[in-house]
């Protein structure tokens, strides 16, 4: 049974507060055999990422499709806007996160995963071999991201260029509008760090 964070201190309390699942999957993690660093990137990157005070619930489970679609069943229905899941996404036996997460999903969301791949390509040739899906359950956006923290940096934010500008738009950059489209929060993004795209008629006035 995993405990909720509180949210971060450098949070802004004018924001709507948000549920965030953190679930990384891994039988050696779960096992105590390495030490898990799914769930540290994972807070790290969203803290520094949105200004909304975040509740962490998190889960470190086994590559197990029955326990993985169970915890995203459970996340949703704790009221969590955003899932992102870490690990089991290759093409390897063990690898079953995909499959789990389309077998809760009310609908797909094919986008996200090709521009994941469309990242790590730039990378390795072998980010053909990822299977990350996206889906939606009731209200809540569940996401499969690779396994390193890396790689969980640069699809989520996308890439630089030599000079600091954007280059390649990372998958968080329609997370906050997919989330205003499914009923959630209004997620505010720290801009200089990764900057939501809303249509014109959808972005709020921005805070006093």
């Not at 998190?58 to 899932?83: F, T």
Request: net charge neutral; aromatic share 6%; hydrophobic share 40%.
């Amino acid at each position: 049974m995993s405990n909720p964070d509180t949210p971060h201190s450098t949070s802004d309390p004018r924001c709507d507060p948000v549920k965030v699942g953190i679930v990384s999957v891994s039988d050696r993690a779960a096992t105590g055999v390495y030490e898990d660093k799914g769930l540290p990137a994972l807070r790290e990157w969203l803290t520094r990422a949105l200004y909304n005070p975040i509740e962490f619930i998190p889960r470190l489970i086994p590559d197990e499709p029955a326990q993985i679609s169970q915890a995203l069943i459970d996340l949703s229905q704790a009221g969590c806007a955003l899932v992102l899941t870490t690990g089991g996404t290759g093409p390897a036996p063990r690898d079953l996160t995909p499959e789990a997460t389309l077998a809760v999903a009310d609908k797909v969301m094919p986008g996200f995963g090709e521009q994941m791949r469309q990242i790590s390509l730039r990378f390795v040739p072998t980010a053909i071999l990822s299977r990350q899906v996206a889906v939606i359950r009731g209200q809540s956006l569940i996401i499969n991201l690779p396994g390193q923290p890396k790689s969980i940096q640069e699809t989520l934010g996308g890439l630089k260029d030599a000079q600091g500008q954007q280059s390649v738009d990372g998958i968080f950059a329609a997370v906050p509008y997919c989330i205003d489209l499914i009923g959630g929060p209004y997620l505010e993004t720290r801009d200089e760090f990764c900057k939501a795209f809303r249509p014109k008629t959808a972005i709020r006035s921005r805070r006093a």
